[in-house]
């Protein structure tokens, strides 16, 4: 490798380098210690602890090229190479291009620079081709020399980036490098004469967190197939950390959820892939969970500046977020103030004149944001006007309050009339109207006093309007948040829920989408629809808006929509729950981007079938009450018992758990803090009944006492008439439980819980979704065992390092070749059995590995031919069932003496089938009648009682339903028995005997067909070939009426499985050899740690 040339003072400085040539200008050298007998002695060891610990040139490479001038003590080190032919590589080249050219300059100066000029030239020309990308080009490359060096991966694995640490093997610690790639962790240490190489994969990570005790300040603990791993001693533990946690995360979804990791522009390609775009992307996830906004948004800039608050009359420090289609600013502490100006809404963008550096923005209702000490804010203005193409205005007077021209307020008028166009092509199909307006307008004539209420909170919430403006881009406060406490008023909560959800930004963007959809996604049938028609009668039943064909048909069409737009969640139990709480306070469409909100932003991976998501947040649950309630951690044996109570609290908002009335104030909440809010609810709730919890015994006296507690959960300030409210002081006047007003309850989440932050909460997220994943994968793995091992006829421990072979072997293919068609064939929705598959490639890879036969010539048609005879259904696939078969059929060798010839006939079934199986065409179309469709519409349960049936009749198939083997594919199967002696000690023996068996076979077949002839007679005829098991008297007699010629064609040679197998069996050399025992264990123990060496070399 080339390397930017540096000054090197003393050529043999300690003496760590030795000459191996030299010319005038060159010198080529060796490190000392390499690839000398006994390693250099001491003086080897103490290079090679430097080379693993020092940060230097040294360390990468044992061997190195300098450039000289005459008469200097100064030297230039120009290149690198792991090893003698890469580094002899370049020597020649400068031989070849570079020494000849020299003679012709007259200074040493000249000469030098004229080298340094070519080498610069050469790494640039490199680069052009190099994934170095990152801000030291130079160390990175160096760093990936190694890197590829030391761990032998392909060359298609990206080094992301690398960290000097520490790793700790016992109480030792070993200092060393850390290389961070797509697939995997690696470590390489190497202090006197010890060396330590680590590969985890990221798949393979279960936990990975910070953590600290008495001998480690602060150190990072990655746990791997139940193994911890500590690192500390970083100069960034922070950012390593995050950085670690992304590629983690990256390898997570490119495995188990492939359809996101496709669809996702940034992470579709690996190599792409660098520490700095992954930061950005933080950054982006980050800003949009903290303002809402869509996914898409991708942050642009950040610049720190101050935003004048016109109602508090101050300036407020923080910071402006810039993305394609928003400009947002956050104060400090995040709490204070924020606001979101779509670009959509924006007017005018201008600067002012005098030194405050200040950018004023007008929007449309006559408002103007004043952002103050803008660095570089002309810059900015020119940026921004080109990304919304407002008009400039001049202003002479800098205040909050801009005037607006009238040409503005009509552009704005405009758009207001086309929103209204567009509503009324919606109202064609849609409602427009929430249903609570319908089903319960609002009495003013009779004012009681939940009435009056409702009306004083109208009015604090229309003060904060006039203070913090209304819409998207309303100033959020502290006293916003206090308000959304109290509880939204009836006749603002579908407003208020779509501007904290984000999902008023969503709809904004795609005008009449919903229509489209509602219009497409009509007279649709599959398995979604009729979960929703199943459903559509459970949701909030006793409300009368679900007692009547609108709501219904809203609730209807909103469900159907979305499985529709999402057809990977489609319809899940709990999502009609939520949704006809929505179209209560919301319009249809607004209903619908509410619904999006939620299960695509808001509640990642809640609504599919392995609800991963909801498993997260209750694994984050459990943590919380970990640190903030340790008494009841104390007395409950089984945390999983939060996690059975907490469930529908999660999947439902506590919609499910709480009267109506009193639920709706939760989900405020929700949409204003998102899941924090949840969380803060559920620790108020187990809080509360603390007491009580503690004094139970088992878990049904818990969840009885909390269930008794949510019947007493009241909303004493809900305007909703009596008809409708389900809470204890409407049905139960005379109960002695003590109520709780919900209001109260969440007052006190968060005065008491408020301190949760929600980086923190992403944080507890990303390290539980590691362990939720790997627990379900663990299951896979466990149910898959369970159904294999009463079928194959190994032991559940070898089916398990078999199971991980095998699963590593295709996540392979998910690492490196990402064009594969079987990346497309991982779906968690599929039987156990089918979720895991190998294609052939992978097949014969596993089948080198694992094989006693793999020595043979034609092992590759080996295992073709054996992926051919386990591809029933000829999907070019095979599970794990399949594959532990053949192993097991090839591995297991006479464990019991009595079933010897029995073994010895399954594993000469493999060599008789290979070339005697049906068509492609004929197959497909066999499995197309036979197997039941999977997953599109209605189950047949009557075709997978007749597959299973088929099924059982083949495993009573006797070794006379075999046919015959003609004379070509017996040819090929004496060949394929006399590759498979090559390289036996007892190979002579064994082509001896297999000359025998073949000449045996050959004798009987031509007494067969002497007695096939037309000379002998029909009686004869027909005994011979009975007796060989061929056709009947019948069927001999119309074979003679045929042509001669065809006869002639049909008495080729040819063999029944039985007289092949009678054959083998008659030869002792060839028995001993079928009946060799292999080390199963040792095999496996062989292929885990060559698998990956293995796939290097191809």
């Known amino acids: 490798m080339w390397l930017k040339p540096e000054e090197v003072l003393l050529k043999n400085a300690l003496k760590l380098w030795l000459m191996e040539r030299s010319n005038d200008y060159f010198v080529l050298q060796r490190r000392r210690g390499y690839q000398e007998e006994g390693g250099g002695g001491l003086t080897g060891l103490l290079v090679g602890t430097l080379d693993s610990v020092l940060d230097s040139t040294a360390k990468v490479a044992p061997f190195r090229i300098l450039h000289q001038t005459p008469d200097s003590q100064v030297y230039l080190s120009i290149a690198c190479g792991a090893n003698r032919e890469e580094i002899t590589k370049h020597w020649e080249w400068l031989e070849q291009n570079i020494m000849k050219t020299l003679s012709v300059f007259d200074s ?35 760093a990936l020399l190694k890197f590829e060096k030391c761990f032998g991966l392909p060359e298609q694995e990206k080094l992301v980036t690398y960290y000097s640490c520490s790793y700790w093997k016992g109480r030792v610690p070993c200092q060393g490098w850390l290389y961070l790639s797509t697939n995997f962790l690696s470590f390489y240490s190497f202090l006197l004469g010890s060396e330590i190489k680590l590969i985890i994969s990221w798949d393979a990570v279960s936990k990975l967190e910070k953590t600290s005790n008495v001998i480690l300040t602060e150190s990072i603990c990655v746990c791997s197939q139940g193994e911890n791993h500590y690192f500390s001693m970083f100069l960034h533990i922070n950012q390593t950390y995050l950085l670690m946690e992304q590629l983690a995360s990256y390898a997570i979804k490119r495995i188990f959820d492939k359809e996101t990791f496709d669809n996702d522009p940034v992470l579709d390609d690996p190599l792409q892939i660098t520490k700095r775009g992954l930061e950005n992307r933080a950054h982006s996830e980050q800003f949009n969970a903290f303002f809402r906004l869509p996914k898409e948004e991708t942050l642009k800039e950040v610049h720190e500046c101050f935003l004048w608050v016109p109602f508090s009359h101050f300036n407020t420090h923080g910071k402006m977020c810039i993305s394609e289609n928003y400009i947002c600013f956050a104060s400090q502490d995040g709490n204070l103030c924020s606001v979101i100006i779509p670009l959509r809404e924006v007017l005018a963008i201008d600067k002012t004149n005098d030194s405050s550096k200040s950018v004023i923005i007008s929007i449309k209702g006559k408002t103007a944001f004043r952002f103050s000490e803008v660095k570089e804010f002309e810059q900015l203005v020119a940026k921004l006007r080109l990304k919304c193409g407002a008009a400039s205005t001049q202003y002479h007077d800098i205040s909050t309050e801009v005037p607006i021209s009238s040409e503005s307020v009509d552009t704005s008028d405009d758009i207001e009339v086309q929103s209204l166009t567009c509503q009324r092509e919606c109202s064609k199909t849609v409602n427009t109207e929430a249903l609570m307006t319908v089903f319960h307008p609002q009495d003013l004539d009779t004012l009681n006093s939940k009435m009056l209420k409702e009306k004083m909170k109208e009015q604090s919430w229309n003060i904060l309007f006039a203070e913090c403006g209304r819409g998207v881009s309303m100033f959020r406060t502290k006293k916003t948040r206090d308000l959304v406490v109290r509880g939204i008023p009836e006749t603002l909560r579908g407003e208020l829920w779509m501007l904290f959800s984000g999902a008023v930004n969503d ?43 609108t709501g219904i048909s809203a609730l209807r069409r909103v469900l159907t929509a979305y499985a529709f737009r999402n057809p990977k969640i489609g319809y899940c139990q709990a999502m009609n729950i939520l949704t006809s709480v929505l179209l209560l306070y919301a319009k249809e469409e607004e209903a619908f981007w509410l619904l999006v909100a939620v299960c695509e932003r808001m509640l990642p991976d809640y609504f599919n079938r392995r609800i991963i998501g909801a498993l997260v947040d209750q694994a984050v649950f459990e943590e919380l009450i970990r640190d903030h309630l340790p008494q009841l951690t104390e007395h409950m044996t089984d945390m999983t018992f939060f996690s059975s109570v907490s469930l529908s609290w999660f999947l439902t908002l506590f919609i499910s758990v709480l009267p109506i009335e009193s639920a709706v104030n939760v989900v405020d909440c929700f949409f204003y803090d998102g899941i924090k809010a949840i969380l803060q609810l559920g620790l108020a709730i187990l809080d509360y009944n603390l007491d009580k919890l503690l004094a139970c015994k088992d878990d049904a006296e818990a969840v009885t006492a909390l269930n008794r507690f949510f019947d007493n959960v009241t909303n004493k300030d809900s305007p909703l008439p009596s008809s409708v409210q389900q809470g204890s002081n409407v049905s139960d006047e005379k109960s002695s439980h003590i109520r709780v007003d919900i209001t109260d309850l969440i007052r006190e989440s968060n005065e008491k819980y408020g ?6 909460i992403h944080g507890m997220r990303c390290r539980n979704r590691l362990y939720v994943i790997q627990t379900l994968e663990e299951t896979t793995k466990q149910n898959v065992l369970r159904v294999v091992s009463q079928d194959v006829k190994l032991s559940l421990h070898e089916l398990d390092e078999l199971y991980v072979i095998f699963k590593r072997e295709l996540f392979f293919s998910y690492y490196w070749c990402l064009s594969s068609p079987v990346l497309k064939h991982h ?19 596993l089948y080198h590995l694992l094989s006693p036969w793999a020595h043979s010539a034609n092992r590759d048609s080996l295992a073709l031919w054996t992926f051919r005879l386990l591809d029933e259904n000829s999907d070019c696939l ?59 519409g209605k189950v047949d349960i009557q075709a997978y009682l007749s597959q299973w049936q088929d099924e059982l009749l083949k495993k009573e198939e006797n070794i006379k339903d075999l046919p015959r ?9 004496s060949k394929t028995l006399y590759n498979l002696f090559h390289g036996d000690p007892e190979e002579e023996s064994l082509y001896q005997a297999i000359a025998i068996v073949t000449s045996l076979l050959l004798r009987m077949e031509e007494v067969g067909r002497k007695l096939h002839s037309p000379t002998s007679s029909t009686k004869g005829l027909s005994g011979a070939v009975c007796a060989s098991g061929g056709p009947s008297e019948g069927q001999t007699e119309s074979h003679l009426k045929k042509d001669p010629s065809s006869l002639r064609e049909e008495l080729q040679w040819s063999f029944a499985f039985e007289q092949i197998l009678a054959s083998l069996l008659n030869e002792p050399a060839l028995v001993k050899f079928f009946e060799k025992p292999i080390d199963l264990k040792a095999k496996l123990a062989n292929a885990k740690t060559s698998q990956l060496s293995s796939r290097t070399k191809k």
Do not use: W
């Not at 509602?518 to 009368?544: F, K, M, Y």
């Open 108 to 142: 040493n100066e000249d000469i030098t620079n004229f080298v340094q000029g070519k080498i610069r030239g050469l790494i640039a020309e490199e680069g052009k081709h190099s994934f170095a990308k990152e801000d030291d080009p130079e160390k990175f490359r160096e």
């Open 507 to 549: 709809m904004a963007a795609n005008p009449g989408y919903y229509a489209e959809v509602v219009e497409q996604s009509l007279g649709t049938c599959n398995l979604a629809t009729e979960e929703i028609e199943r459903d559509l009668r459970r949701s909030l039943p006793e409300h009368p808006a679900f007692q009547s064909d």
């Open 755 to 760: 301190n949760i932050r929600c980086e923190d």
């Open 827 to 845: 779906d968690p929705s599929l039987p156990y059995l089918e979720q895991y598959q190998i294609d052939c490639q992978q097949f014969r890879v």
């Open 878 to 936: 095979v599970n794990f069932k399949e594959f532990a078969s053949a192993i097991a059929y090839t591995e297991v060798k006479y464990k019991d003496p009595s079933k010897g010839d029995e073994l010895s006939k399954e594993e000469l079934l493999y060599f008789s089938q290979l070339h005697v199986s049906k068509p492609v065409k004929e197959k497909e179309t066999e499995s197309a009648k036979n197997s039941p469709e999977k997953g599109k």
């Open 965 to 973: 083997m003609n004379q070509s594919q017996f040819i090929q199967f």
